[in-house]
């Protein structure tokens, strides 16, 4: 089938399937990835339809559009030669898993082919649900920044070149290198640390707080210590028999006690870089306000309502706890101001957006019950947990769907795509479905090949979900 056949039947798609507007995209809806012979080599397959999910209310024919919007989510932009990560703990098992990723030096360039893709679509909006970077650190943070706005970036850190695990030379058996293991990628590492131009997008985005924005590998608050390690030329590559103890026993404020002996464990050398500052918590959310569409001035907590056109109200909660752990947190306040904000969205379609689910969320049952009482509530929309989920929450008030994305680290890479539009019998429909980052950035390519065969990853984890977790139509 010839280019220009491909792509008329890929627009047809999307014009009868999402959007009476012409917005499009390489998305699955055209094609997916999938591996025919089992042998771990990806190649492409036919498009998968929307399912019809009418567990809430009947089907019914989309004739007007509310909205368009995009969400990333777990970009996870990583400064992979940072000496503050601890890519040890990944051989210890659950729950330090993916500590270490195959594809961990090519986040910018993920993050860069996502982009790409959704600037193709032209959405509305794009919602970011939550840890944009990996590990609270300044430079991440600049990348992230870099790739969102457009324009000329350096994902390098240290000196010119790569210093980490991944190096050829590093006799680890646990690390993939990527000029010597199969599958080889002769120079893969010198060209993930090489400056590049990324488009930036061309819609107005949001920010959702995650917990490894503001928290050192996600789970422990910065300190004058950890930060040390972040800017110091000495880079911890096993730990000792007490911080593997500490580690396993999850007692997180070890580490304090840990940290004021020394590194705790075996190190190598690697340059120093300033640059890899840890931030305080109210820095991220300063820097998440001043670059995006959220209110420039507002409390420590990154809590806001914005519009997404002029029949959808989408509302932010911040769910992160400052004081360590991955676990959600909703504290009293936020459930008084969502009160006041849902009855502010008057008769207007509201989607609340959240990284950690509601539904696992300490202090979140209170907010689940507002959503519950509130009859123009749509979807409640998180990150976090790397997976594509949809299940339908049935309430007395018509009910809501509650949709988990997979992140841009793990296998599939995608990004969600969203569509609210009226139907034919007065209702309302929320069509989504899964965007594929560009083919076009090589190193985006190279990763989601990699990340597949990720053994602790997106793809032994089922993070894809089933089919009627990415391509839906979702009716209210």
Request: charged share 20%.
């Amino acid at each position: 089938m010839g280019l220009r056949i491909v792509l008329a039947v890929g627009l047809a798609v999307v014009l009868t399937g999402c959007s009476p507007n012409g917005r499009t995209s390489d998305s699955t809806l055209v094609r997916t990835y999938v591996d025919r012979t089992g042998s771990g080599v990806l190649s492409t397959g036919r498009g998968e339809r929307f399912v019809e999910r009418t567990e809430l209310a009947p089907r019914s024919r989309a004739i007007k559009t509310f909205a368009v919007f995009a969400q990333i989510t777990d970009a996870h932009v990583t400064d992979e030669e940072s000496p503050a990560r601890v890519e040890w703990l990944d051989r210890l098992g659950s729950p330090f898993t993916s500590a270490f990723r195959p594809q961990e030096a090519l986040t910018t360039q993920v993050l860069d082919a996502a982009v790409v893709a959704i600037d193709q679509l032209h959405p509305d909006a794009v919602v970011e649900t939550g840890d944009l970077i990996d590990n609270d650190q300044e430079n991440e943070l600049d990348q992230a920044f870099a790739v969102l706005r457009g324009g000329r970036l350096d994902p390098n850190s240290g000196s010119p070149g790569y210093e980490g695990v991944q190096s050829a030379a590093d006799p680890d058996p646990f690390y993939y290198r990527p000029d010597v293991d199969p599958p080889p990628y002769p120079g893969l590492l010198a060209s993930a640390e090489r400056p590049f131009t990324s488009p930036g997008l061309q819609a107005g985005w949001y920010p959702v707080l995650g917990n490894h924005d503001v928290l050192v590998q996600g789970n422990v608050p910065p300190t004058a210590q950890t930060n040390a390690i972040a800017t110091a030329g000495r880079k911890l590559v096993r730990f000792d028999r007490a911080a593997i103890a500490a580690a396993r026993a999850h007692k997180l404020g070890a580490i304090r006690s840990l940290l004021a002996r020394g590194i705790p464990g075996s190190t190598m050398h690697v340059s120093t870089d300033s640059a890899r500052r840890e931030l305080p918590a109210t820095d991220v959310v300063r820097r998440l306000r001043q670059a995006s569409g959220a209110p420039a001035t507002g409390g420590p907590l990154l809590d806001y309502a914005f519009d997404l056109g002029r029949s959808v109200r989408g509302i932010v909660l911040d769910t992160i706890r400052r004081t360590g752990g991955a676990g959600g947190v909703l504290r009293p306040v936020q459930t008084a101001w969502l009160r006041r904000e849902l009855a502010l969205a008057g008769r207007r379609w509201v989607i609340v957006f959240s990284h950690t689910p509601l539904t696992s969320t300490s202090g979140g049952a209170p907010a689940l019950e507002l959503l519950d009482a509130d009859p123009r509530v749509l979807a409640a929309v998180n990150g976090d947990t790397h997976r594509n989920s949809i299940q339908p929450r049935q309430t007395r008030a018509g009910g809501y769907w509650l949709v988990s994305t997979s992140s841009l680290a793990d296998y599939p890479q995608q990004v969600r795509a969203f569509r609210v539009a009226q139907t034919a019998d007065g209702r309302v429909v929320l069509a989504t479905w899964m965007l594929n980052t560009d083919p076009r950035v090589r190193l985006a390519a190279i990763s989601r090949r990699l990340a597949y065969l990720d053994f602790q990853g997106g793809r032994p984890n089922g993070f894809a979900g089933t089919r009627a977790d990415r391509n839906a139509n979702l009716y209210r």
